[in-house]
């Protein structure tokens, strides 16, 4: 089976706008005024977990509990976050020929599943590896091999990573001998192995695979 590994957030999934609604909605939900959800907006702006909650109540003296608070957070998160028609779409033909499809993602366990169901990925996705369910983070090459488990299967040479972050992915994905799509969205930093292919969208990645990868 040709296996493809596919980061979550911001690669599959557009996290940063439905970041923005979860929080206000929250935010409005509990009377909580524009510190808080700018404290929210910072504080979470890369990825959350449940202590974000603690050290929200630690610093505004808010009532609600963290778990509440937590469980209020993943809920909205995961009704605002969407995948795109057309990605589901090529998700669809890359299993139609075949493939194996993975997620390695750095997050908790509970969101990134949460977000998996909301979008409708989840009856494409294989297995998930969430950095939050071993406590071991991309680009530790570990959590790819935990995705190909999850998906049952073990990490090849001519299997695939796709991911938007140079780092964590795409260094990652080299690091655990896979090739590479690496979805431009930032500059390429200085003195990092170039990826073995670039492109503006996630479609265009899922085509490349498609039509580059041999049987
Ligand atoms: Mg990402």
Same mark, same amino acid.
Not at 133 to 153: H, M, Q, S
């Given at each position: 089976?040709?296996?493809?590994?596919?980061?979550? =957030?911001?690669?599959?999934?557009?996290?940063?706008?439905?970041?923005?609604?979860?929080?206000?909605?929250?935010?409005?939900?509990?009377?909580?005024?524009?510190?808080?959800?700018?404290?929210?907006?910072? /504080?979470?702006?890369?990825?959350?977990?449940?202590?974000?909650?603690?050290?929200?109540?630690?610093?505004?003296?808010?009532? /609600?509990?963290?778990?509440?608070?937590? +469980?209020?957070?993943?809920?909205?998160?995961?009704?605002? #976050?969407?995948?795109?028609?057309?990605?589901? /779409?090529?998700?669809? +033909?890359?299993?139609?020929?075949?493939?194996?499809?993975?997620?390695?993602?750095? @997050?908790?366990?509970? *969101?990134?599943?949460?977000?998996?169901?909301?979008? @409708?990925?989840?009856?494409? #996705?294989?297995? *998930?590896?969430?950095?939050?369910?071993?406590?071991?983070?991309?680009?530790?090459? +570990?959590?790819? /091999?935990?995705?190909?488990?999850?998906?049952?299967?073990?990490?090849?040479?001519?299997?695939?990573?796709?991911?938007?972050?140079?780092?964590?992915? *795409?260094?990652?994905?080299?690091?655990?001998?896979?090739?590479?799509?690496?979805?431009?969205?930032?500059?390429?930093? =200085?003195?990092?192995?170039?990826?073995?292919?670039?492109?503006?969208?996630?479609?265009?990645?899922?085509?490349?695979?498609?039509?580059?990868?041999?049987?």
């Amino acid at each position: 089976m040709r296996l493809a590994l596919f980061d979550l =957030d911001g690669t599959l999934v557009d996290r940063r706008s439905a970041l923005a609604d979860a929080i206000a909605n929250l935010s409005h939900d509990h009377g909580y005024g524009p510190e808080i959800e700018q404290w929210l907006m910072t /504080e979470l702006a890369d990825r959350a977990d449940a202590s974000d909650f603690e050290r929200l109540r630690a610093t505004f003296h808010v009532n /609600e509990s963290a778990e509440h608070l937590w +469980r209020v957070y993943i809920d909205r998160l995961a009704a605002a #976050v969407t995948c795109r028609p057309e990605v589901l /779409e090529a998700l669809r +033909r890359l299993k139609a020929a075949s493939w194996g499809i993975g997620v390695a993602t750095n @997050g908790s366990s509970d *969101i990134q599943r949460a977000k998996v169901r909301t979008t @409708g990925l989840a009856d494409l #996705v294989d297995g *998930i590896a969430a950095s939050g369910d071993i406590d071991v983070r991309k680009p530790d090459p +570990r959590l790819f /091999e935990l995705a190909a488990a999850r998906c049952g299967t073990q990490l090849t040479p001519t299997d695939w990573m796709i991911g938007d972050n140079p780092e964590t992915d *795409i260094v990652g994905a080299q690091r655990a001998g896979l090739r590479a799509v690496w979805v431009r969205g930032r500059p390429w930093p =200085d003195g990092l192995t170039a990826p073995h292919h670039t492109v503006d969208d996630i479609v265009e990645a899922i085509d490349y695979l498609l039509t580059h990868s041999p049987e």
